[in-house]
């Protein structure tokens, strides 16, 4: 079931140094709302819950899974796979992440 979900055109290697959280979550995003699964609205909506709420979206270490509330600005039902080749410091207690799964 998991599997269905993932768009294998969302599977990529992002090679940027020094991204910031707000970059990365823009550029996964970016790849969601080019097919349709997101609005634009849908980066500003994550960026703004994650500096009211803190970065809830770190899973454990290495991986962050991005995301807002679905009204604000989800098409449909996707997940994608961005792989950082430089750590993304969401400054979550659990430390950067690699993985990007928005």
Not at 56 to 82: D, F, N, Q, S
Request: hydrophobic share 35%; net charge negative; charged share 20%.
């Amino acid at each position: 079931m998991l599997y269905d979900l993932i768009d294998h055109d969302l599977v990529d290697v992002v090679k940027h140094d020094n991204t910031s959280w707000e970059q990365a979550v823009r550029t996964t995003t970016q790849y969601l709302e080019e097919k349709g699964y997101v609005t634009s609205n849908y980066a500003d909506a994550i960026i703004q819950s994650t500096i009211d709420n803190g970065p809830y979206y770190v899973l454990c270490p290495g991986i962050a899974m991005p995301h807002a509330r679905p009204e604000a600005g989800v098409l449909k039902t996707g997940l994608g796979i961005h792989i950082f080749t430089e750590p993304v410091d969401f400054g979550s207690d659990l430390g950067p992440a690699t993985y990007c799964l928005p």
